[in-house]
């Protein structure tokens, strides 16, 4: 029989793992950002090229997510997450070879294919595995590595291919690495969920939160579209708008510009801690609108300590929202219901990512730069405005039977 002493050193270590391995997965990521600008430079990609992608990476995500967003909760945590992290090996594998458009978009897509498959079972993992207090580290932990991994992965990259030997591959031997070292801890670590019955029809497209927050979903949609179409902006425009409008071609700078956003969000989150649900969603949004209007400022005026700063603001400002957005989706759910409820999380995210990229990179053709921001602080209102206004606090839990469609 299992001692008490022996499951809490394993759920630790299960905790540790998973939070290691989702670091991992979108350090990956946010790997190749800095090395737009590079492959923009060698190889002639366009501002459409690079959008495009993005929007491959966030709709090979969403698939994911739509297909196999529930599969963890039958064929259990550990696997489901190792295969992630291999789909993401394999993606770095591939953008060591980028000589056409075509290879990036290939890599691109196992990497969204990976951190699709990633986003709903090493999230769940971290859930089923957090210690229960503080209160606030399983929606942190599983919301916000996402952020500071993606952060981590550009500050390297930005850095290695500015200082460091073998500019364009470096970074993705060493991502692979630390892929290859998560995937050694996931295989050593306790499962956390029970292989269930009923894999092949968990494979039918179903996301859903519980109907005790069915209430909440509209104002966590308008959250998480809103800052995740600003992370979708900073991957597609702001390595041109770096060298264009902010007049720098270092790798260095775009790295840390990138990592200014998603990074700091790591920081907000725990502040998201101090208030509620709809109070964290209220003031997180507020500060992000502030932090757009002062990134739309820099751009135009060519501001370059103005951008930083601003995008500090907007990436923490985010942090909070998204946490508190988490936060309530989560109340009262059990086990069964987290992988459907990050499915859904991230459906949502990934729409936001995937919409308005898609539109803005078509558009790059007709309207600058600075335009295109201006278009994505008109969203960004436009989701402050409805946070602020219908922002609702999770009830207390009732009798329910499960999850509902969301």
């Not at 979903?217 to 800052?227: G, I």
């Not at 510009?257 to 502040?271: D, H, I, K, N, Q």
Request: glycine share 10%.
């Amino acid at each position: 029989m299992t001692s008490p002493a022996h499951l809490v050193r394993g759920l630790r270590l299960a905790f540790i793992s998973a939070v290691v391995s989702l670091l991992a997965a979108f350090a990956a990521v946010g790997s190749t950002i800095p090395l737009f600008n590079v492959y923009r430079a060698e190889e002639g990609f366009t501002n459409v090229d690079i959008s495009i992608t993005v929007v491959v990476y966030s709709a090979a995500t969403l698939s994911m997510l739509l297909f196999f967003g529930r599969v963890s909760h039958h064929l259990g945590r550990r696997p489901t997450s190792i295969a992630s992290l291999g789909l993401l090996l394999l993606g770095c594998l591939l953008l060591l070879k980028v000589d056409d458009i075509e290879m990036l978009i290939v890599g691109r897509l196992m990497m969204g294919l990976g951190a699709g498959l990633a986003s709903s079972s090493l999230t769940s993992y971290i859930v089923d595995a957090a210690p229960t207090t503080p209160a606030w580290l399983a929606s942190v932990a599983s919301s916000q590595t996402v952020m500071l991994g993606l952060a981590v992965g550009a500050l390297a990259s930005g850095a290695l291919v500015q200082f460091g030997p073998w500019p364009r591959d470096l970074i993705y031997l060493l991502v692979s690495a630390l892929l290859v070292v998560s995937i050694g801890l996931l295989a050593i670590s306790p499962e956390t969920a029970s292989p269930q019955p009923g894999a092949w029809q968990s494979l039918r497209p179903r996301v859903g939160v519980t109907a005790q927050v069915r209430s909440l979903l509209p104002v966590a949609a308008a959250v998480l579209l809103a800052t995740w179409a600003a992370g979708a902006f900073y991957q597609a425009f702001v390595p041109a708008i770096v060298e264009d409008q902010l007049h720098t071609r270092n790798t260095l700078i775009l790295g840390l510009v990138f990592a200014a956003y998603m990074g700091p969000s790591a920081l907000g989150a725990p502040l998201s801690g101090r208030f509620t649900p709809a109070r964290a969603q209220r003031f997180g949004m507020l500060a992000f609108l502030v932090g757009m209007v002062g990134i739309i400022t820099a751009i135009s005026t060519g501001t370059l300590i103005l951008f930083i700063a601003a995008t500090i603001v907007a990436g923490v400002s985010q942090g909070i929202a998204i946490s508190g957005a988490t936060r309530g989706l989560l109340h009262g759910s059990t086990p069964a219901d987290r992988a459907p409820t990050f499915s859904a999380i991230y459906l949502l995210s990934y729409s936001g990512a995937t919409i308005p990229a898609l539109i803005a990179g078509q558009l790059s053709n007709i309207f600058s730069l600075p335009q295109i921001a201006l278009g994505y602080g008109g969203l960004a209102l436009l989701a402050t405005l409805f946070t602020v206004f219908n922002a609702r606090e999770p009830q207390a839990a009732r009798p329910r039977t499960g999850t509902a469609s969301g």
